[in-house]
């Protein structure tokens, strides 16, 4: 049987040319073969060439014609179109999304001063308490001038706060002797009080740049929070901008991070943003450990939309129940967020709607059926013949888990529809 097919494959004996060009090749073999046999005068020898020849052609030509018929009395079974049955059951809606871990809280570390960094006492993934000296800066010649300059005011204050005492101290008992007159006392006790409010505003702004005025030619930098140093972009003998300055942010030094508070953050799509609320449950997994499990809520949604990449997204966190001694900040998590659940709804399945010119969402709903061949599978789906008339029928949806879809208005229990689109008809598929 196999070298029957390949024949029947390499010649097709159901069109005529074929055979027109096979009865040609025939005759011109036959001619050739008799005239080759007749100039080498040995045609009684090599006659059964000839008639080998012959006899292969002819069984060429029977196999061609078998094939033929074979083709032509195949047929073609009618397309059948698959049918539902709309029921009721339960639904939950499911949104995945991806994000990325993040420690809950971020301190970025800057010095009050500008100037050189000498000497870290600190780096990346070292613990740190608040309060704990990071650094020495040694402050540049403006730094070091103002410095300077508030310490002398400071001092200068101080010693006219102290003469103005004394000197009011002593008119006072000037006056009591009667030896100046009121309105001089009244000068030297104005003149304490001017004293008094320089020292104060001096104090104050000495009090800004304390931990600045150590001894020798350095200022020391302090940890602001308790953590984990996750960066440090600066090495020693770099320089960096005091954040006291009105000329810029100021250098951010390192950033210090709890670990033992993680989340995930993710941004949003506005088309999306509707489907999430507070405290909603999370499942997550990280593609770092995938054979992890954790569990989480959503904690934060933005108030507001930001742009990214051309498209208005909302940022959202969502908490996560794992310290940073396992998770690591960067690390990509993929989430599953469990939505709104319905129970005992009109449910359909998802590719069976679609849309009209208007945009809306629409079901093709049977009302007449020719059924010449039906078949039912436990999904409640059935096989029909193509002579099936349906109609365009608005409907209202609610929650889908991405297979099936609520149905809220335009159909009743018992209803059948189609799950493909008519031929007739140029809708698209409802995603």
């Known amino acids: ?17 074929f055979f027109k060009l096979t009865q040609s090749l025939t005759l011109q073999s036959l001619f050739y073969a008799v005239r080759y046999s007749n100039n080498r005068g040995i045609m009684r020898k090599k006659w059964w060439i000839i008639i080998a020849i012959v006899i292969l052609i002819l069984v060429v030509l029977f196999l061609g014609k078998s094939c033929g018929k074979k083709k032509q ?51 990346e993934n070292d613990y740190v308490t608040s309060g704990q000296i990071i650094a020495d800066i040694e402050p540049d010649y403006n730094q070091a001038n103002t410095l300077f ?6 001092q200068k204050a101080e010693m006219n706060l102290k003469n103005a005492r004394k000197e009011l101290a002593d008119k006072t008992i000037l006056l009591q002797k009667q030896f100046i007159s009121q309105e001089e ?14 020292y104060a505003q001096a104090s104050s702004q000495y009090e800004m740049i304390r931990d600045l005025d150590v001894p020798g030619k350095v200022t020391h930098v302090y940890a602001t929070a308790s953590g984990v140093v996750i960066e440090r972009n600066i090495n020693e ?8 300055t009105s000329f810029g942010e100021g250098t951010v030094i390192m950033k210090i991070a709890d670990l033992n508070k993680m989340i995930v953050k993710s941004n949003i799509n506005e088309v999306d943003i509707s489907k999430f609320k507070l405290n909603q449950i999370a499942e997550i997994t990280l593609d770092a450990l995938p054979y992890e499990q954790y569990k989480g809520r959503v904690i934060k949604i933005a108030p507001q939309a930001i742009i990214e990449n051309n498209a208005k997204v909302f940022p959202i966190e969502i908490n996560l129940n794992a310290s940073g001694k396992i998770v690591k900040p960067g690390m990509t998590a993929n989430v599953t967020i469990l939505a709104d659940s319905r129970k005992n709804v009109l449910v359909i399945p998802i590719r069976a709607v679609f849309s009209n010119d208007l945009n809306q969402d629409i079901v093709y709903l049977v009302t007449e059926t020719k059924i ?11 096989k029909t013949s193509s002579d099936t008339n ?6 209202k949806l609610g929650t889908n888990d991405l297979l099936q879809v609520e149905v809220i208005e335009g159909l009743k229990e018992g209803d059948i529809i189609l799950l493909n689109e008519p031929l007739t008809n140029n809708n698209k598929m409802f995603m």
């Not at 003998?237 to 006291?244: A, I, P, R, Y």
């Open 237 to 244: 003998g770099e320089m960096v901008q005091s954040s006291l």
């Open 185 to 198: 006392y009244n000068k030297t006790s104005d003149a304490l009080k001017e004293a008094e409010i320089e």
């Open 390 to 395: 349906s109609v365009a029928t608005p409907v």
């Open 149 to 154: 300059n508030t310490k002398a005011m400071l």
């Open 372 to 382: 010449s061949d039906t078949k039912t599978n436990p999904k409640s789906k059935e």
């Open 1 to 17: 049987m196999h070298w029957h097919l390949h024949l029947c494959i390499l010649f097709p004996s159901n069109r005529k040319p």
């Open 73 to 123: 009395t195949e047929k073609v079974t009618p397309t059948e179109t698959e049918t539902y049955t709309v029921k009721r059951g339960d639904i939950s809606s499911r949104i995945e999304i991806t994000g990325e871990v993040q420690p809950e809280v971020v301190v970025s570390l800057k010095s009050k001063v500008s100037g050189k960094i000498v000497k870290f006492y600190a780096g």
